[in-house]
């Protein structure tokens, strides 16, 4: 599936699907899912069977060195690639469709959107929101909030482009209507992605002289 086809809001559980015979990052999701469903459940069976996946769960973080809490709120279509390092929060939130690479670090109260990924060591420092289809750059050092659609990258992370666009363009008339050429530097207007419409460039003419009495 293209990049353009991930929702924000409906879970692809097909993206938790085992792949191969060693995807350590799927048995910890596992084991983190089968523990959240059996204390729901409630009942002595479901309570034996959250003994086990918390055992299970201990095993693969230890091989894993992934320290992912049992009772994080995870949304569907998680991907763990390469789950090494990775630190997660217990007051974390992950939107559905997201993306983890190793050494990625999910500090205090860290709100992922739907879809978004998060490249190697990244670090996300809380309190912040990152809003959905979001991008951070590798080894990013993200410290405040991430507009929805928005690539972050640096030190600290700054917007660099914007790979989806939370409203259509406004227009021919405004001022964020022109798109970059190249390699150009890339103006984004705050208001135009709100739905507001942003504000015009053009220079206003001159009133006109009053004529002169008869």
């Known amino acids: 599936m293209s990049d353009e086809g991930i929702s924000a809001n ?38 034996l069977l959250a003994k086990y996946w918390v055992l299970s769960h201990w095993l693969w973080s230890l091989m894993t060195q992934c320290e992912l809490h049992l009772n994080t709120r995870i ?44 490249g190697a060591g990244a670090k996300i420092l809380g309190p912040v929101t990152i809003g959905d289809h979001a991008e951070i750059g590798a080894n990013a050092v993200v410290t405040r909030d991430v507009p929805p659609g928005a690539v972050v990258a640096g030190v600290p992370a700054r917007v660099i482009s914007y790979r989806r666009r939370p409203c259509p363009d406004p227009g021919p008339d405004t001022a964020s209507a022109a798109a970059p050429d190249g390699d150009a530097e ?22 006109a002289r009053p004529s002169a009495p008869r």
């Open 10 to 47: 409906k879970p692809d559980w097909t993206r938790e699907q085992v792949r191969g015979l060693w995807d350590p990052g799927y048995r910890q999701l596992r084991a983190i899912r089968r523990y959240q469903a059996a204390r729901e459940r409630g009942g002595i069976a479901a309570g």
């Open 75 to 118: 949304g569907g279509g998680l991907r763990l690639p390469h789950p090494q390092g990775i630190v997660v929060h217990p007051d974390a939130e992950i939107g559905v469709n997201c993306l983890l690479f190793h050494q990625v670090t999910l500090a205090g109260r860290v709100v992922l959107g739907g879809h978004v990924d998060v």
């Open 186 to 207: 890339i103006t984004e207007t705050p208001g135009a992605f709100q739905g507001v419409p942003a504000r015009s460039t053009r220079t206003p003419a001159p009133p």
